[in-house]
């Protein structure tokens, strides 16, 4: 038995069965000329299913709304095409043994100036967000409520129709869902604002129109996070009682498996335990929990050359993430950075084979290796 098999034990989550516990986290990487997945991404993610990964979810990749994409060159996940490269995406990931999710994304008030610029931008109410370089857009009228709620359906049932594995909400980080959730962005002065549970109801219709769609069996994963866009000190839930009283509507709505984003694993969520918001998500809802944040990026994973980006050494530890995935402080774990710099990133940690696992520099980001 090798020091890292509870890491590497199948695991069975319900609705979604998994070689291991090893997901890639989603990250977008704009290589998609026309927003259509190209062949350069379909060997991307072979390369990591390849490698050992056992869930793959995409880089965020847009619904069918005309404000849903922020990014130049993110793939859409609409229109024949894009849904085409898609289908090749997840066939070369099933014939290397690995399982996949598509990261379905709207990104609401926050875009590069130029891509659907003015008017085109529903997002939330005056936000607190505007800041140089953002677009603001406009308060969502019903009708684009019901058409993005509508947009996140289709996507879902798409993504069931092309053999993707599960779906994945972008929830997290300020875009669109999260917009409404945070009181410093959601200033609407309708129902979907008030308290934290008020502020829920848009991403909750999202998922049961979701759920809809998919029918019973299909794995749906909701990404959430405390933090938004630049404020990593944001927090949407003070308290374990709070997060609890978010995340349960959610998994009553039709959420499988939460996905806590976190920059740091070990980081305790709330004073007077040692949890993490995977621990707390996964112990308040009583549903499986993916784990995140610079898992590989410290010196025990990495040779020490100087070129790792991050060194606080001992919290980071392969020893920590696997005495917490002993404890069952989470199901799965994601990890990001670490497989841009290493596609056989979870083969490589399996065999123990540390020194041989390359630092994260940000220049990866300049190509799709
Ligand atoms: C990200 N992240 C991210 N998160 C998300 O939910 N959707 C996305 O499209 C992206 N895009 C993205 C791009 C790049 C280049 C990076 C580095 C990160 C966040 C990512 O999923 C993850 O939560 C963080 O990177 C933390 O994990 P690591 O990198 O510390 O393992």
């Known amino acids: 038995m090798s020091r890292t098999d509870t890491l590497f034990r199948p695991v069975d989550l319900g609705k979604l069965s998994l ?8 990250m977008t990487r704009t290589f998609s000329p026309g927003n259509i997945p190209n062949d350069l991404v379909v060997d991307y993610y072979r390369r990591r299913a390849e490698g050992g990964v056992g869930l ?69 109410s005056p936000s607190g967000m505007a800041r140089p370089g953002k677009v603001t857009g406009h308060a969502m009228t019903q009708q684009d409520i019901d058409d993005v709620v509508a947009g996140f359906a289709k996507a879902a049932a798409d993504a069931k129709r092309i053999g993707f594995d599960a779906i994945e909400l972008h929830g997290a980080h300020g875009y669109l869902i999260d917009q409404f959730f945070w009181e410093g962005t959601n200033q609407r002065e309708d129902g979907y604002n008030g308290d934290l549970a008020a502020r829920s109801r848009f991403a909750l219709e999202i998922v049961r129109a979701v759920r809809a769609a998919v029918g019973p069996d299909f794995p749906i994963i909701f990404r959430f996070s405390q933090w938004k866009q630049q404020d990593y000190s944001a927090r949407l839930c003070e308290t374990p009682e709070a997060l609890g009283a978010f995340l349960t509507p959610l998994a009553e709505a039709g959420v499988d498996i939460f996905h ?4 740091r694993f070990w980081e305790p969520e709330f004073e007077g335990s040692d949890l993490n918001l995977a621990g707390w ?42 005495e917490r995935a002993e404890r069952d402080e989470f199901d799965l774990v994601a990890v990001g950075r670490a497989l841009i710099a290493n596609p056989d990133w979870a083969n490589q940690v399996q065999a123990g084979n540390f020194a041989h696992l390359a630092a994260y520099e940000k220049e990866m980001l300049h190509k799709l290796h």
């Open 19 to 26: 070689k291991n516990r090893i997901v890639m986290a989603p």
């Open 260 to 263: 806590c984003s976190t920059r």
């Open 56 to 124: 793959i979810i995409t880089e965020g990749t847009c619904i069918d709304h005309p404000a849903a994409s922020g990014y130049p060159n993110v793939p859409s996940f609409y229109g024949e095409e894009a849904l085409a490269g898609w289908k090749r995406v997840v066939d070369a990931v099933h014939a290397a043994g690995g399982k996949i999710a598509p990261q379905l994304w709207h990104v609401g008030g926050i875009r590069r100036p130029g891509v659907n610029p003015g008017g085109a931008t529903p997002g939330h």
């Open 281 to 322: 998500a996964r112990k308040l809802t009583g549903k499986p929990a993916i784990t995140v944040g610079s898992v590989g990026l410290n010196a025990d994973f990495l040779p020490d050359d100087g070129t790792a980006d991050f060194r606080e050494a001992q919290p980071a530890s392969i020893d920590n993430l696997l």
